[in-house]
């Protein structure tokens, strides 16, 4: 498929939908969960049927809560503040796993684009500058999309223990702020059942 028709497609304008905007790190957790899904032969998860670790808070983030229903909300997605482009896999149905990591040379930052983008932050980019910006930010995000995947990750199976389904327990009021806490996150201070705020306070 060309880069026109990947950015086209259903699920690539989902993640735009979602993300806010077009750019290359989104482009890149699309290539990733697409990969790692493939691998894994897995669908996307309804429930908690697969789980992702992410090694990044960037753009391809949220990319991959999308693509995998993995998602912060759900519990099966969970982040490693590492600053590596990668993805881990894991499936509750067939206990494999899959680690999806860009490899170091993939995708070399290009001067100009980091001249404009340095530009566009401290407030100095004229019209031109942006018109350059915008082209070559859709021309980084094609490239991405079309590189061979070979190119592009590094993929490995992988035997990660599987982290614990989520938990949900009624609250309780904390003795202190009479917030509601789910019970399992009150802490014992003084005698108190306490909040991580006020227990931390
Ligand atoms: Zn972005
Ligand atoms: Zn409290």
Known sequence: MSAEEIMDSEDFRKCVEFHGHLCPGLSMGFRAAKTAMERLNALRSEDEEIVAIVETDACCADAIQVLTGCTFGKGNFIYKDHGKVAVTLLSRNTGEGVRVV?????????????????KITSGT????????????????????????EEKLFTVQKVNVELPARAQIAPSVPCDFCREGVM????????????CRACAGG
């Open 125 to 148: 980019a004229d019209e031109n500058d942006r018109k350059a910006f915008d082209g070559l930010h859709l021309k980084r995000t094609g490239d991405v999309l079309t590189l061979p």
């Open 102 to 118: 860009l490899k170091p040379d993939a995708f070399k930052p290009d001067p100009a684009h980091m001249a404009l983008i340095q």
């Open 183 to 194: 019970g399992t996150k009150l802490q014992k201070k003084n005698g108190k059942n306490l």
